[in-house]
């Protein structure tokens, strides 16, 4: 590109050479997340993701909830996939590690760094949050959502909108603590559906479940018929994913 065209249109500031060639770049360090992530996940089937706060007290009821509902799944044969921090995620790979089944965590390198929790068994580390999110939709046999701040309502927006627009299998979509989402479907029925911007039938994508226990059947109900593994037509539409 000529000097003139890098000047030309008012208001524009010039292309710099430098960043543009670091952008161009950054393409590799992409490509190399979701090989690595598709790598190391695709033996964890059947897997569960779990979300919630990050700034969750080790002596809150949030997260002792969560470790029971992590141990719970590990000891039925799911994996579990958290965010690998602190908080709701810490507990998920804690109750998870104390279980069967693989603890994993889906690291995100974060300006003010954020720590990853001791209780591992896989450890990835992620720059970009887009391709972290792929990696808890690919393998996900269900998610189990806690309560969170913005980051949790983004992955729940997400896989509602995955599975709403069949980018995704439908999964188990389940919700933990009533008193705290109830607000929040209330606004879904009454503005929502009422306004025509969702189906009435997209609300049984959610499930509200308490009880570890009943959560681990919630799932295995949802796979009676159908086991785990996507079948030919899920799998074609997840390469889109």
């Known amino acids: 590109m000529t000097e003139k065209h890098k000047t030309s249109h008012p208001g524009l500031s010039p292309i710099n050479d430098s960043m543009l060639t670091r952008e161009s770049w950054k393409i590799f360090q992409i490509m190399a997340e979701f090989v690595e992530g598709f790598e190391r996940l695709a033996q964890i ?37 958290s965010g690998g921090g602190p908080g709701i995620m810490e507990a998920a790979n804690k109750g998870a590690y104390a279980g069967k089944s693989p ?6 390198q974060l300006p003010h760094e954020q720590s990853g929790n001791p209780y591992q068994d896989i450890s990835l580390s992620f ?13 996900a046999a269900a998610y189990v959502v806690m309560p969170g701040g913005f980051g949790t309502l983004d992955e729940l927006a ?10 995704t299998r439908r999964i188990p979509i389940i919700l933990v603590h009533k008193p705290f989402w109830e607000g929040l479907l209330g606004w879904f029925e ?22 570890p226990r009943q959560i681990v059947e919630a799932i295995f109900n ?16 997840m390469l889109d994913l």
């Open 45 to 81: 089937k059947p897997s569960v993701s779990i979300f919630g706060s990050a700034r969750t007290p080790t002596d809150h009821p949030y997260y002792k909830r969560t470790e029971e509902i992590a141990r719970a799944l590990s000891e039925a044969g799911f994996s579990v996939v």
């Open 222 to 237: 949802h796979y009676e018929h159908s086991g785990f593994e996507p079948n030919a037509e899920e799998q074609e539409a």
């Open 158 to 167: 997400e896989i509602l909108t995955l599975v709403q627009t069949g980018k």
């Open 190 to 211: 009454q503005t929502l559906v009422e306004e025509g911007m969702i189906d009435p039938e997209d609300m049984q994508l959610i499930q509200l479940i308490d009880e």
């Open 103 to 108: 603890s994993i965590g889906l690291n995100i």
């Open 127 to 139: 720059r970009h949050f887009f391709s972290r999110k792929v990696m808890f939709v690919k393998y």
